[in-house]
C-alpha cells in the first residue's frame, strides 16, 4: 500500500466589518445605524426573520463564498428582506447586509505511512481486538 498525503486547507473569516440595507420604512424613519454593531459578540444572534429564525455574525459568515486564498478586504452582499437588526434593545427593520470580512488560510499536509497502516489493520485482524487511537501516546480499547 502506498503512503497518503492529504492536504488539508482551513479557511478562517473574521468579520471586520458589516453595513446594513435598511428597509423603506428604517429609512423614512432615518434611523441612526451608527455604532450599532460596537462589541456584538459574533455568536450572539443580532438578525430575526418572522418565523422565529436568527442569524448571528457566525452565520453570516458561513454565508459567504469560501476561498482557497488568503483576502483582505473581503465584501459580500446578503439580501435578508423583511427582517429585523436587534442589538442593545434597538429594532431596526433591514433588507440585508453588506459583510466585510478577512480571510487567513491554514494549510497543512497530513503524512499516512501505507505501510504502518496495513500492519495496524492485520495486527487488529490477527487478533480479533480493535484499538482506537486518539494521539501519538493514547491507545484505548473500544467501548462496549
Not at 90 to 109: A, F, P, R, T
Amino acid at each position: 500500500m502506498r503512503d497518503v498525503y492529504i492536504n488539508l486547507i482551513v479557511p478562517q473569516k473574521t468579520p471586520t466589518g458589516i453595513d446594513l440595507i435598511l428597509s423603506k420604512h428604517a429609512k423614512e424613519n432615518n434611523e441612526d445605524t451608527k455604532s450599532t454593531l460596537l462589541g456584538v459578540m459574533t455568536d450572539e444572534p443580532i438578525i430575526f426573520e418572522s418565523n422565529g429564525r436568527n442569524y448571528s455574525l457566525d452565520d453570516l459568515l458561513q454565508m459567504t463564498p469560501d476561498t482557497k486564498q488568503s483576502k483582505q478586504g473581503c465584501k459580500y452582499k446578503i439580501d435578508l428582506l423583511d427582517h429585523v437588526l436587534r442589538v442593545k434593545d434597538k429594532d431596526i427593520q433591514i433588507d440585508g447586509v453588506v459583510l466585510s470580512y478577512d480571510v487567513e488560510v491554514d494549510q497543512e499536509q497530513v503524512h499516512l505511512s501505507g505501510a504502518d497502516l496495513v500492519k495496524a489493520i492485520v495486527k487488529d485482524a490477527q487478533s480479533g481486538e480493535t484499538k482506537y487511537v486518539k494521539t501519538d501516546t493514547e491507545v484505548r480499547q473500544p467501548r462496549r
